[in-house]
Nanobody, 124 residues
């Protein structure tokens, strides 16, 4: 049974940083593509970043390039997203997702498993 547990969310001032973690269990993490998505209040869920099985390939939402960095540690079954220069528009619930197959994908329809989400609130 696949489980994803996010952590690291919280309240941060504008301009600050946070690193979210997602711990994965229940299947071979090394053969699982991973992604991060977020949902702001009153908006649809949107893609943040994705990473391939070995970590060599990454994808980012265009608006987040340069501020967010996705990475993974296959030895710890964990994927991370480092978020810098946060602003109020980054407020929302952040979800970790896993997919069958190695490639990094932007479309959430490619993902079969989801975490419960972690709240990120950026105060201005």
């Amino acid at each position: 049974q696949v489980q994803l547990v996010e952590s690291g969310g919280g309240l941060v001032q504008a301009g600050g940083s946070l690193r979210l973690s997602c711990t994965f269990s229940g299947r071979n993490f090394g053969s699982t593509g991973m992604g991060w998505f977020r949902q702001a209040p009153g908006k649809e869920r949107e893609f943040v970043a994705a990473i391939s099985c070995g970590g060599a390939n990454t994808e980012y939402a265009d608006s987040l390039k340069g501020r967010f960095t996705i990475s993974r540690d296959n030895g710890k079954n964990t994927v991370y997203v480092q978020m810098n220069s946060l602003n109020s528009e980054d407020t929302g619930v952040y979800y970790c997702a896993a997919r069958f197959g190695c490639m990094s994908k932007k479309d959430e329809s490619n993902y079969s498993y989801w975490g419960q989400g972690t709240q990120v609130t950026v105060s201005s």
